[in-house]
C-alpha cells in the first residue's frame, strides 16, 4: 500500500469549559470494523515501538496524551507524522512499513484495529517487506 493512503482523521471536539470531549464511532470516523484496540504506555526515552507492517491489518493511532512520531514507509518514500492531539488520528492501511519513536513523558499511544491479534499477520522484516513491496509494483 501506498503512503499516499495514510492520512490524518479529525474527531469530532465538544469544546466544554467543565473540560473537552471527543470520540470516534466505527463506520463513521474509522474506515473499517474495529475489532480490537490496544494501547502503549509507559515508553522510556528514546525507545522506538513498532518496526513493522501488518499484511492485513489496518489502523487508526491517536497521541490521546503526550507526543510521539509515526514514522511511515511504503518502501519508496518515508514520511513522518507528528502526533500531539488526542483529537487527530493517523490512519495507516496495511502494507505500510511504521515505528513510532520520540515518545514524550507519560505520552499514551491509543491503537483502533482491523484485525484481531495475530502474529502471523506481522512482518518484522524490513528487507522482506520491501521485496514483497517490488513484487506488487
Ligand atoms: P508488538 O505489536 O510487537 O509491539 P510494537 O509493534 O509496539 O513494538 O507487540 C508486542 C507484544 O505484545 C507481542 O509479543 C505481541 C503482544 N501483543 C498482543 O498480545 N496483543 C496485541 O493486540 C498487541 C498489539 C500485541
Redesign the pocket.
Known amino acids: 500500500m501506498s503512503i499516499e493512503n495514510c492520512k490524518i482523521i479529525e474527531f469530532p471536539k465538544i469544546l466544554d469549559e467543565r473540560g473537552n470531549l471527543s470520540f470516534l464511532e466505527e463506520g463513521k470516523h474509522i474506515p473499517f470494523e474495529v475489532k480490537?484496540t490496544?494501547w502503549?504506555y509507559d515508553v522510556p526515552g528514546g525507545e522506538?515501538?513498532?518496526?513493522?507492517s501488518y499484511y492485513r491489518n489496518q489502523e487508526v493511532i491517536i497521541a490521546l496524551s503526550g507526543s510521539f512520531d509515526v514514522v511511515l514507509s511504503d518502501g519508496e518514500q518515508e514520511r513522518r507524522f507528528s502526533l500531539n492531539r488526542s483529537y487527530y488520528g493517523l490512519y495507516v492501511p496495511n502494507g505500510v512499513w511504521r515505528?513510532?519513536e520520540n515518545f514524550s513523558t507519560n505520552s499514551l499511544a491509543f491503537?483502533v484495529?482491523s484485525e484481531?491479534?495475530n502474529?502471523s499477520d506481522?512482518e518484522?522484516n524490513y528487507q522482506k517487506f520491501k521485496n514483497a513491496q517490488v513484487v506488487r509494483l
Not at 522506538?48 to 513493522?52: T, V
Open positions: 480490537r490496544y502503549i522506538i515501538r513498532g518496526g513493522h515505528s513510532m491503537v484495529a484481531f491479534y502474529e506481522y518484522r
